[in-house]
DNA sequence: CTCACATGTTAAG
DNA sequence: TTAACCTGTGAGC
């Protein structure tokens, strides 16, 4: 489930597990056979995420770039690691810990240099997982914007590792429109939305899981329930919306499935 | 079990 | 605009 919460938290257990000793890398697909063997025994310095780009930083200096597009999948096992199954572009071992992984179906996985790290970092948009992140900028890009909202949600040069799934539950959250204009977004109604991207997407960073329904809106179920509704609008086009039970509408933007309530985000 | 669909992005046409 | 990536999930049988 790949937007941004997916790739800090493998981020996060991948520099757990394996930074500050040397890491066996290969490819047994054979297509990153290259690039593994630069990095192969090669000590991992630190693993971290920027929008939905997972990066391996290495102390020679280079860095194995990973982007999972929507298929790719990172399986975390304990060692020994049995025999390879399907196809592992890359499969990294922990020499000093009982930990490895296999990424499959990736849509990158590369060896950058340092500059290709700068012009990867410096093409994404503010990340709501960094702390680094510039969330005024992002605002007063969108706020220029004659887009949609959705779109521009969506745009990882603006914003980066919010996903189809968190701009539908975002603006519903905010009450506001997809088809809104970026410039009829207030700077209170930015400012807001990222406070919320800012609060939900530590929970999916830290369960693994998106959950943005508010306990109040959860009707029927146990909070604590697996189970639970973990969405307002996502995929539920024509059931009845949590709040006011209007059917959820849907519409096809920019390729992408798109939800809403025409209710509770009127245009 | 089989099948349709999916959270994303790039490159080819 | 379309195909490719080629895995995982959930629905239906």
């Given at each position: 489930m790949p937007e941004g919460h997916t790739l800090h938290r493998i981020a996060r257990l991948h520099h757990q597990?394996?930074?500050?000793?040397?890491?066996?890398?290969s490819s047994p697909q054979g297509r990153f056979t290259e690039g593994a063997?630069?990095?192969?025994?090669?000590?991992?310095?630190?693993?971290?995420?920027?929008?939905?780009?997972?990066?391996?930083?290495?102390?020679?200096?280079?860095?194995?770039?990973?982007?999972?597009?929507?298929?790719?999948?990172?399986?975390?096992?304990?060692?020994?690691?049995?025999?390879?199954?399907?196809?592992?572009?890359?499969?990294?071992?922990?020499?000093?810990?009982?930990?490895?992984?296999?990424?499959?179906?990736?849509t990158a996985c590369e060896v950058l240099m340092p500059p290709e790290v700068d012009a990867l970092t410096a093409r994404l948009g503010a990340d709501p997982l960094r702390a680094d992140a510039d969330h005024e900028r992002a605002g007063a890009r969108i706020r220029r914007s004659r887009r949609a909202i959705g779109a521009l949600l969506m745009d990882q040069s603006l914003i980066a590792g919010v996903g189809n799934v968190y701009r539908a539950e975002v603006l519903f959250r905010q009450g506001i429109s997809?088809?809104?204009?970026?410039?009829?977004?207030?700077?209170?109604?930015?400012?807001?939305?990222?406070?919320?991207?800012?609060?939900l997407m530590p929970i999916g960073v830290t369960t693994g899981r998106m959950h943005v329904v508010r306990p109040e809106h959860d009707i029927g179920a146990p909070s604590y329930n697996k189970d639970r509704p973990r969405t307002y609008v996502y995929r539920r086009a024509g059931e009845p919306c949590r709040v006011c039970a209007t059917p959820i509408a849907h519409q096809v933007m920019e390729a992408r499935n798109l939800f809403w309530c025409p209710t509770c985000q009127p245009r």
């Open positions: 597990r394996f930074s500050g000793g040397a890491v066996r890398v063997a630069l990095v192969d025994g090669q000590v991992l310095e630190r693993a971290e995420a920027y929008g939905k780009h997972l990066l391996h930083h290495y102390a020679c200096g280079l860095t194995v770039h990973v982007h999972l597009g929507l298929y790719g999948t990172f399986s975390e096992v304990e060692l020994p690691m049995g025999a390879v199954v399907g196809q592992v572009r890359m499969r990294m071992l922990g020499a000093a810990t009982e930990f490895g992984t296999d990424l499959r179906g990736p997809p088809f809104h204009p970026g410039t009829a977004i207030t700077p209170a109604e930015w400012d807001a939305l990222w406070a919320d991207l800012v609060e």
